[in-house]
């Protein structure tokens, strides 16, 4: 079936160590794969994108077709990091599939 | 400014009643979607549009249904309300051939 996977629900990190979120999917052809991000009591906003290759807030995320994954890291974690953050697929009918997403809790 | 809307934020209703979630967006979106969240869990999309008139039903199954009788206004209706039907619901719009998709800040239905 097609999904994707974030097997990981909660990640708690301290400030300044690295924070890395897996996401594996499981969709045909070269889908378009996204991180979102939803901090306390805002709505759920794009992070980053694959096709932009871009590091938004220190974050990055390598697209690995041969392990289907596309894990996001951040070399130091920020206090301001603290947020549930959610791997999504634009699938080839052009709709959006998200995974059950991860909470991120970093302490100081 | 352009913007995505849901009301109501909060609702809480009685098992049997009839109710809409209203969406509504300003930024000349030709697709929007509906996504229902529990606790923890995905999203699960439950409905998509690609314009007027267009309507689908997303992978999860839905007792809901959806209209889009204009581009920038896309209900969701439970005909009869059940306590199964508790749950978040997001609502999200994207270009036609865009690749971001902007959200609302979601409706909260808890049907007792």
């Known amino acids: 079936a097609q999904r994707v996977t974030q097997p990981e629900k909660l990640l708690s990190v301290f400030k300044g160590a690295p924070v890395e979120l897996k996401c594996n999917y499981s969709?045909?052809?070269?889908?378009?794969l996204f991180w979102y991000v939803q901090y306390s009591r805002q709505r759920l906003q794009l992070l980053l994108r694959?096709?932009s290759r871009e590091s938004i807030k220190g974050f990055t995320a390598d697209l690995n077709k041969g392990e289907t994954s596309f894990h996001l890291k951040k070399p130091f974690a920020q206090e301001e990091d603290s947020a549930m953050y959610y791997c999504a697929v634009l699938d080839s009918w052009g709709k959006f599939q998200f995974g059950a997403g991860t909470q991120v809790v970093v302490t100081p | 400014e352009a913007d995505i809307y849901q009301t109501p934020r909060y609702l809480v209703i009685g098992t049997g009643k009839k109710i809409t979630l209203e969406c509504s967006q300003t930024m000349g979106h030709d697709k929007m979607y509906w996504y229902q969240q529990d606790p923890g869990m995905e999203l699960h999309l439950i409905h998509y549009s690609y314009g007027v008139n267009s309507t689908e039903k997303g992978d999860l199954s839905s007792e809901s249904t959806v209209s889009r009788i204009r581009t920038e206004h896309f209900p969701l209706t439970l005909e009869s309300a059940r306590p199964s039907h508790t749950s978040q619901y997001l609502c999200a719009s994207s270009e036609i051939s865009g690749t971001e998709a902007f959200f609302g800040q979601g409706t909260r239905l808890t049907v007792v």
């Open positions: 694959h096709i």
């Open positions: 969709y045909s052809g070269s889908p378009e």
